[in-house]
C-alpha cells in the first residue's frame, strides 16, 4: 500500500532526480554491486518464504492423514 502511495506521488523529474543522486553518490562502479547484493537477499527471502510454506502445507496434510484418535468412544 505504502510503496503504490509512493510511486503515485513522485513523478518522472522526481525519480530522475533520485538515480542522479544515488549515482553521484555511490559512482558508477558500486552501483551494480548493490544491486546484486539486493537481488542475493531478496532470493534468500523468497527461498526462506517457499521452505516456510512447504514446512506448513507438509504438517498440514500429516495432520489431516493421521486418524482422529481423540473421537474414542469408551
Do not use: W, Y
Amino acid at each position: 500500500m505504502i510503496q503504490a502511495n509512493l510511486l503515485g506521488v513522485l513523478g518522472t523529474q522526481e525519480i530522475i532526480i533520485i538515480l542522479v543522486i544515488v549515482l553521484l553518490l555511490f559512482g558508477g562502479r558500486k552501483i551494480p554491486e548493490l544491486m546484486r547484493g539486493l537481488g542475493r537477499g531478496v532470493r534468500e527471502f523468497n527461498e526462506a518464504k517457499n521452505n516456510v510454506r512447504q514446512e506448513i502445507e507438509s504438517n498440514v496434510n500429516d495432520i489431516k492423514k493421521e486418524p482422529n484418535t481423540t473421537s474414542q468412544q469408551p
